[in-house]
């Protein structure tokens, strides 16, 4: 299916009409894709980064705020019960990590950065967000992961084991959540043709010698923003008003689970 017509087919239903939505990292990327995709769906969106040196998406409501801190994330939770008066719907998109010759030479600092900005920020803001979700008995919260995590190198091995332990929280809280009505689901990317990701590959083949990821995935292509964009609207859809705690894989099958 051409990119064209997905996007016609996400723009016609209008589903997620009268719903508020809150995407961090929504300035590129994957990011930006979940944020249009949300607002042809009938969305009213909010989505930040630490500045908007991106392409904020028409439509989308913007605050500069670093999640990576717990004051970054106690701003952002107030952004948007003051601009939209809550949430129901949450996209943990913001993550990344440079990469390192080997386990032992990430810093002690590094480690926490990788865990700030991969894990303990959507514990954070869901610790703010979601009580209002329970309040209302009603909600989604959809955590990005990385399609990595079962296979982690020593070049990046701090960002696959933060977003390792994301998806542990994840299920954890699905738990948690579910008879309150909130639902609680993973989206777990595969390599995807973002200016991002090219550059982790560009850093992950200098570092091994070019050793990175070259092999083509089993569909014969690597994924589109919107490929992972339409598998978050699915989960935060009433199409998935019986699924939570589920890691929903987008990978073109390269690392079956």
């Known amino acids: 299916m051409s990119t064209a017509l997905r996007n016609e087919n996400a723009a016609g239903t209008r589903e997620l009409t009268g719903k508020r939505a809150l995407v961090t990292g929504g300035t590129r990327g994957i990011g930006a894709a979940v944020v249009r995709r949300l607002l042809d769906a009938g969305a009213d969106v909010l989505t930040t980064a630490r500045s908007a040196s991106g392409t904020v998406p028409e439509g989308a409501r913007f605050t500069a705020?670093?999640?990576?801190?717990?004051?970054?994330?106690?701003?952002?939770?107030?952004?948007?019960?003051?601009?939209?008066?809550?949430?129901?719907?949450?996209?943990?998109?913001?993550?990344?990590?440079?990469?390192?010759?080997?386990?032992?030479?990430?810093?002690?600092?590094?480690?926490?950065?990788?865990?700030?900005?991969?894990?303990?920020?959507?514990?954070?803001?869901?610790?703010?967000?979601?009580?209002?979700?329970r309040e209302r008995r009603a909600g989604a919260i959809v955590h990005v992961s990385s399609a990595v995590v079962p296979v982690p190198g020593p070049l990046f091995l701090h960002y696959t084991a933060a977003k390792a332990a994301l998806e542990n929280y994840s299920r954890g809280l699905a738990a948690e959540l579910a008879p309150d009505g909130v639902r609680v689901n993973t989206v777990t990317p595969g390599r995807t043709a973002t200016p991002g990701g090219e550059e982790t590959r560009r850093q992950w083949a200098a570092l091994s010698g070019g050793a990175g990821a070259t092999a083509t995935p089993p569909l014969g292509r690597e994924g589109l923003p919107d490929d992972i964009a339409h598998a978050v609207l699915y989960l935060v859809s009433d199409r998935a008003s019986w699924v939570t705690g589920t890691n929903l894989v987008v990978d073109g099958g390269e690392f079956p689970r």
Do not use: C, Y
């Open 65 to 133: 705020a670093d999640v990576r801190t717990r004051e970054g994330a106690q701003a952002l939770a107030e952004a948007v019960r003051e601009g939209m008066g809550g949430v129901d719907i949450v996209v943990h998109n913001a993550g990344g990590a440079a990469p390192h010759p080997g386990v032992l030479a990430v810093p002690d600092e590094e480690w926490q950065a990788a865990l700030d900005l991969n894990f303990l920020s959507a514990v954070r803001l869901d610790a703010l967000l979601a009580p209002g979700m």
